[in-house]
C-alpha cells in the first residue's frame, strides 16, 4: 500500500468556475455537513439549517437557468456536487436532488410568467421542495395514481393521499401529480401547490432502515384548492413531465449512490491500512487487496457511467436508456461495495461506532426509489427491444 491510501477523488470539471464551486462545496461539507452526519441521523434530525445555507450558497439551483435564479452548471457538474454532498451525508445529497427533482416541472415546462413568479425563490430563496408522485397502491405503476384534481371555476380542487413523499410536511412547495381526466398515463395533470395551502396534511414520518434525518410521510389533501395559474403543462401532460423529471432525478440518485460507496470505499481503506492481524496490516492479504480492487473499479465503472449520461443531457441528445442504466449500476454497485466495507471491517463494520453500517442501510434505498432497479432495467429493455407484447 501506498502511505496514504485514501486519496481525494480526482474530478474532471470542466471549467474554472465549476473548480471554484468545488472549493466552495468541499468547505461547507467539512464545516457543515460531515461532522454532524453520524449523531443526527442517529437521532432523526433533519438539517434544515443546512438547506437554507445550500440555498444562499447558490447550491440549490445548480442545474438551471440564471435568468431565473440558478446556477446555469452543466449536469455533469451539478451530480459531481450532488455526490460529494451524498458521500457526507446522504439526507443532504439525496435531499438537494429530491429538491431538483420538484423543479423541473415549472422550470422545463411552465409558463414564461409562472417561471419569473416562482422560480427565483425556489431555486435560490431558501425554500425546500418535494416532489409528489407515489401513492399507497401506486408505486411502480405510476400512472394508476387515484389522487384527483377536480375543476371548480377558476381553481383545481386537489382530493387523495400522496405516499413516501421525501420532506413531506416540511417543504415550502409540493410539485404534485393528479387525476384530471380518464384512467391511465394521459389524464394527468401537475400542479404546484404551496406548502402552507388549506387542506394539506402530513401523517407522522414513516419509521425506516436508513436516511432517519430525511423525513418520508404521507401527504393528505382534502379538498386543497389551487387557481388554475398553478397548473403546469397542459391538461393531461403531467405523465410526460413525471417522466421527464424522473429521467434528470435517476441521475441525480446513480451520482449519490457513487457518493455513498465512495465514502465506504475510503473507510475500508483507512480501517485497513491500520487494523493488524497475523503481525502484519489486513491490507497485506490478498483476500482483502481484490475485494477493494473491486470496490474501487465498480465506483470508478459508476462514475463514468453517469458521467457519460450527464454529457448526453449536457449536449441536448436523447439520455433517458443511459439513465437508466447509471441509476441500475450505480445503486447496485453501492449495495455490493458497501456491503465489503462492512466486512472489510469486521466486527466493527456491524456497530455503529462505525459509519459503514449506516452507509450499507444507507444504500439499500437508492435501490428502491425513483423506480426500482426492476423498473430501470424495464425501462433499459423497452428502449432495446420495444414495449413488450400484452
Ligand atoms: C425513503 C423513500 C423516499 C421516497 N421518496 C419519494 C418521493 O419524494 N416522491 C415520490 O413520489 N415517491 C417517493 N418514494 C417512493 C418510491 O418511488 C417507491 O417506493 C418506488 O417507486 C416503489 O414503489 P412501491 O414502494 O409502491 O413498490 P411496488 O411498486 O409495490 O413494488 C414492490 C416490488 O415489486 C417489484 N415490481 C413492481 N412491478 C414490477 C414489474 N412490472 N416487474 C418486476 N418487478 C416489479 C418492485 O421492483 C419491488 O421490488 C420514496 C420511497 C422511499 C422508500
Known amino acids: 500500500m501506498t502511505d496514504r491510501a485514501v486519496q481525494p477523488v480526482e474530478r474532471q470539471l470542466p471549467t474554472e468556475e465549476a473548480r471554484d464551486l468545488f472549493a466552495l462545496v468541499r468547505e461547507l461539507v467539512q464545516r457543515e455537513i460531515a461532522p454532524r452526519a453520524a449523531e443526527e441521523e442517529d437521532a432523526g434530525h433533519?438539517?434544515?439549517?443546512?438547506?437554507?445555507?445550500?440555498?444562499?450558497?447558490?447550491?440549490?439551483?445548480?442545474?438551471?437557468d440564471s435568468e431565473y435564479g440558478g446556477g446555469d452548471q452543466p449536469y455533469e457538474v451539478y451530480l459531481q456536487v450532488l455526490e460529494e454532498l451524498a458521500a457526507a451525508r446522504l439526507t443532504v445529497g439525496l435531499g438537494v436532488s429530491v429538491h431538483s427533482l420538484a423543479c423541473h416541472a415549472l422550470a422545463g415546462y411552465g409558463t414564461k410568467e409562472q417561471r419569473t413568479d416562482h422560480l427565483p425563490a425556489m431555486l435560490g430563496g431558501g425554500l425546500l421542495g418535494a416532489y409528489c408522485l407515489s401513492?399507497?397502491?401506486?408505486?411502480?405503476?405510476?400512472?394508476?395514481?387515484?389522487?384527483?384534481?377536480?375543476?371548480?371555476g377558476g381553481d383545481w380542487v386537489i382530493t387523495g393521499t400522496k405516499a413516501w413523499i421525501t420532506h413531506g410536511g416540511l417543504a415550502d412547495f409540493y410539485t404534485v401529480l393528479a387525476r384530471t381526466g380518464g384512467e391511465g398515463a394521459?389524464?394527468?395533470?401537475?400542479?404546484?401547490?404551496?406548502?402552507d395551502a388549506e387542506g394539506l396534511s402530513a401523517a407522522a414520518p414513516e419509521r425506516k432502515m436508513g436516511m432517519k434525518g430525511s423525513p418520508t410521510a404521507q401527504l393528505h389533501f382534502d379538498g386543497v384548492r389551487v387557481p388554475d395559474a398553478r397548473r403546469i403543462g397542459d391538461e393531461g401532460q403531467g405523465f410526460a413531465i413525471a417522466l421527464s423529471a424522473l429521467d434528470s432525478g435517476r441521475l441525480g440518485i446513480a451520482a449519490c449512490a457513487?457518493?455513498?460507496?465512495?465514502?465506504?470505499?475510503?473507510?475500508?481503506?483507512?480501517?485497513?491500512?491500520e487494523r493488524k492481524q497475523f503481525g502484519r496490516p489486513i491490507a497485506d492479504f490478498q483476500g482483502l487487496r481484490f475485494m477493494l480492487a473491486d470496490m474501487a473499479t465498480q465506483i470508478e465503472a459508476g462514475?463514468?457511467?453517469?458521467?457519460?449520461?450527464?454529457?448526453?443531457?449536457?449536449?441536448?441528445r436523447p439520455f433517458s436508456r443511459q439513465a437508466a442504466m447509471a441509476k441500475l449500476f450505480c445503486t447496485d454497485a453501492?449495495?455490493?461495495?458497501?456491503?465489503?466495507?462492512?466486512?472489510?471491517?469486521?466486527g466493527y463494520g456491524y456497530t455503529a461506532d462505525f459509519p459503514?453500517?449506516?452507509?450499507?442501510?444507507?444504500?439499500?434505498?437508492?435501490?428502491?426509489?425513483?423506480?426500482?432497479n426492476q423498473i430501470q432495467r424495464m425501462v433499459i429493455a423497452r428502449h432495446l427491444a420495444g414495449p413488450e407484447s400484452r
Request: net charge neutral; glycine share 8%; charged share 20%.
Open 46 to 64: 433533519f438539517p434544515r439549517e443546512v438547506f437554507t445555507l445550500l440555498s444562499e450558497s447558490g447550491l440549490l439551483g445548480l442545474p438551471y
Open 135 to 152: 401513492e399507497p397502491s401506486s408505486g411502480s405503476d405510476a400512472a394508476s395514481l387515484r389522487t384527483k384534481a377536480v375543476r371548480d
Open 186 to 195: 394521459r389524464g394527468i395533470t401537475a400542479f404546484l401547490v404551496p406548502g
Open 258 to 273: 457513487i457518493g455513498v460507496a465512495q465514502a465506504a470505499l475510503d473507510e475500508a481503506l483507512s480501517y485497513a491500512t
Open 303 to 316: 462514475r463514468a457511467l453517469y458521467l457519460a449520461a450527464a454529457r448526453l443531457r449536457d449536449a441536448g
Open 334 to 346: 453501492a449495495m455490493r461495495v458497501t456491503t465489503d466495507a462492512v466486512q472489510v471491517l469486521g
Open 356 to 372: 459503514v453500517e449506516r452507509l450499507m442501510r444507507e444504500a439499500k434505498v437508492l435501490q428502491i426509489v425513483e423506480g426500482t
